[in-house]
């Protein structure tokens, strides 16, 4: 109690009060100094550094959500659907004495004067005006908000930091590139009355196009894509791993629709796909004569 | 000027050049100080006692600062207690916000395109951008703290009383101004934390019966919060909130003065006030015991702040807002937890038996249309400091003595505990024991929430990047990463994390089951890597399911320094 009453009435003295004033100042300026003065390059430095690199992880972040599915996770590309990126024809050698990317072929090709990534930011949120090359059915459609897509300018701007930081770990592109390689895309067979019929269920009363993407038909985003479905179907009743009972492409198919669990496959746009996401009621909303003809439309990607 | 010309010469010529240059110079100090020379002012900060005539009461007539501080305190009040000098530092913490708000506003553009830009160029390129920052950020915060204790010890020591009854009034208004002016600073940095504490806190408005929409409407500029709403609570938190703080802060302490400070209950008979009666032996004058007093004060709070914020407290900067993307668990700020722990209160009137309660709720909801969200978060939250508000006008007692003062102090002790109850309920782990207020989603994304938060840096985020070994890792048993210690225990505690749900249900009786998992590094640029945390369980149907999340992280994020 005497203890609490010395320090409720305690009034400091003129040396204590001099004291612990003098003492309080130096402090608060040499804090000051500290840490806005003398450390101002090498603190300031250090959090751009840090900024830099959590920007590039949202641009990897929205990358992966927006753009792997035509430009590959590694930046590869993917063949029919959108070129590579981390590869020195786009981004320039890579020059590990001076920490560079070297001049771009590409943006040379198109005669664009401003900077590597300037240009990344302008295509990612305008698109492409033209369609710059035969090879590619689509041009790059426009991703900021302002021009119809769904990403902020900030997103934008991380998804071009990204691309860029692709610069030392460039690959090697597996997708036809517009530079070259090969030629035009094989014209497939025209499609017979029911498979139309097939094409119109995909787009309209399944909504299949919500969710897979057929090169020039549907760009979903959510499940596999069924571009050559018939080759991928063939090629996953003789996988190992396969658990359904098809005997042939037409079968894989139906079970796949019908009863989506019993084999799901690793490759979906976003990564591993996940069990469950695809519904397993299309054995009965569809009409009969629908799903046949669903079939046999996806039958005739090859 | 020929004529001042003229006046020095004759000064120079008749006491010579150096006495002159002195006394002219401290002739405009005395100017400056209106009224006390140098000799004076250091015989102040020396503690000499007053000179006949007492040249330090000129400054109080003279001067704007001075005159609205009193010439003598009572010696009472001159301790620490009964004062503890808070509304002094709620002051002076209110000085530095306008201090360090007025450096960062020079930086800082209200729009969203900007705004989080802006934040990113205080941080990295402006010289003591980070400091001020910080210390506005913990000066708020500070000031919260201060003002709510200093409002409880006027209550303690029933300083509210005859005639401060109105003084009272205001400083609760102060309370409010501070909360909200803390409140309104949330969204400016227009991160994730900003948009979604500010979008709970309208949306708490816009439940209010009749006008909330409107006022929904009003806060935000339009349906949801974008350019519109940053730009008003902009204008509140620069314009409006510390207008309406200087004007009752002027109030306030004009009251203060008017009144004197009350003295500790003990010395005074009831209801006398004798604040004002200070005879001469009682007097502590102004200069120089308080002034020097308060210097070194506000000396140490400043140095003390400059140090946390130059140090260990770093202001949160999260992720860019997203309106499209909720963080799991998002909080209004700290002090308004039990605005937050209220709303979860289930019932209209949560004694009464669980299915007696939900009758009456549905009653009262046909009748008045009352459901217990309204009844708590919106009419009963803002009665509170309409409560407070009243306390000196219903209190009946006209003793200021603590032994008179039992039933007082006894609800002012069952308010604030239900306050902090309520506080501890408004965060989504709930109250510890009682667990109530628990906000839990399965158990699969709760364990990837603690990990990998969406919002801010967990455990994952804190392993050196280094030690994130690339490749497929299971968790249910841990594998074992050559060389990446921190990782190998990143994966025990998730093991443990997934056994301790597994064993033990959550206040809401989910459990974990059949849970493995597995952890998956892949290196998808030089220096980002892709951490995918897979968790498979058995759902309440028996059906196996599968929940993932993915950080990316780059090496030089320096998350581990948080």
Known sequence: MNFIKRIITFQPSWTLRIITGMVSVVAFISMCLITGVLDISGAMAERDHEFTGRNIEAGAKYYFDQCARCHGGKGEGVDGLGPALSYDGFLGKWDPAKNTLGQSARLKAIGWTSSLKGYIEAVTAAGMPIKSSPIWENPHPPFALAYGGPLRDDQIKNIATFVVNWGPGQVAPVATQPEGGAGPQPTAAPLTAQQEKGKQVFLGAAGCQACHAIRGVAAGAVGPTMNKLATTAEARIKDAAYKGTAKNALEYIRESIVNPNVFVVAECPTGACIANVMPATFGTSLQPDDLNALIDYLGSLK | ?562
């Open chain 2, 1 to 562: 000027m020929a004529i001042i010309g003229k006046r020095l010469v004759d000064q120079v010529r008749s006491t010579g050049l150096k006495a002159t240059v002195a006394q002219r110079l401290d002739d405009g100090f005395t100017r400056l100080t209106s009224g006390l020379s140098w000799n004076d002012v250091r015989g102040v900060l020396r503690g000499d006692p007053p000179g006949k005539p007492n040249n330090r009461v000129k400054p109080h007539t003279e001067a704007f600062w001075f005159h609205i501080r009193p010439t003598f305190y009572h010696e009472a009040v001159t301790t620490l207690y009964p004062t503890f000098r808070l509304g002094y530092m709620s002051a002076l913490f209110f000085a530095i916000e306008i201090i360090t708000g007025i450096f960062l506003m020079i930086f800082y553009t209200p729009s969203p395109e900007r705004a989080y830009q802006n934040m990113l160029d205080i941080l990295t390129n402006v010289p003591f951008g980070q400091l001020m920052r910080d210390m506005h950020r913990l000066g708020a915060e500070v000031m919260v703290v201060v003002v709510t204790i200093h409002m409880w010890r006027t209550f303690l020591t029933a300083s509210y009383k005859k005639p401060r009854q109105f003084t009272w009034f205001t400083g609760v208004i102060l309370l409010i101004v501070t909360m909200f002016l803390s409140f309104s600073g949330y969204l400016l940095p227009w991160d994730q934390l900003a948009l979604w504490a500010v979008t709970i806190g309208t949306s708490m408005a816009d439940a209010a019966p009749l006008v909330g929409p409107q006022v929904n409407l009003l806060l935000r500029g339009a349906p949801d919060i974008g350019a519109g709403g940053l730009l008003r609570f902009y204008l509140f938190h620069v314009v409006l909130f510390p207008l309406i703080g200087v004007i009752f802060v002027a109030v306030h302490y004009y009251k203060v003065v008017r009144y004197g400070i009350s003295l500790p209950p003990e010395m005074e008979g009831v209801g006398e006030d004798s604040a004002r009666k200070v005879g001469p032996a009682k007097r502590v004058n102004f200069m120089p015991d308080i002034l020097t007093n308060e210097l070194v004060y506000a000396a140490i709070a400043i140095a003390l702040l400059t140090i946390a914020s130059g140090t260990f407290y770093n202001a949160a900067l999260e992720t860019h807002s997203n309106p499209l993307v909720t963080p799991n668990h998002t909080v209004a700020p700290w002090y308004f937890y039990w605005l937050q722990g209220l709303i979860k209160i289930p019932h209209i009137l949560p004694v009464l038996p669980e299915a007696l309660s939900t009758q009456f709720d549905s009653i009262m909801f046909n009748v008045l249309g009352i459901t217990p969200k309204i009844l708590w978060g919106i009419i009963i939250g803002p009665v509170i400091p309409l409560l407070l508000m009243v306390v000196p006008y219903i209190d009946p007692n006209p003793s200021r003595r603590y032994s008179d003062r039992k039933v007082m102090i006894t609800l002012g002790v069952i308010f604030e505990v239900a306050i902090l109850y309520l506080s501890l309920a408004g965060i989504p782990t709930g109250v510890p024991v009682t667990r109530f207020g628990f906000v839990g989603g399965d158990p699969a994304s709760e364990i990837a929430q603690e990990f990998m938060p969406d919002e801010g840096v967990g455990k994952v985020k804190r392993v050196p990047w280094d030690q994130l070994a690339v490749g497929t890792w299971q968790i249910v048993p841990p594998d074992e990463a050559p060389n990446a210690p921190e990782f190998n225990h990143l994966l025990r505690e998730l093991q443990q994390d997934m056994d301790h749900r597994t064993r033990e249900a959550d206040p809401n009786g989910k459990k974990l089951s059949g849970g493995t998992a597995n952890v998956r590094v892949k290196l998808i640029q030089p220096d980002v890597k892709e951490f995918t945390l897979t968790i498979s369980f058995t759902d309440d149907k028996g059906q196996p399911q599968q929940y993932s999340k993915t950080n990316y992280l780059h090496r030089n994020s320096g998350y581990e320094k948080e």
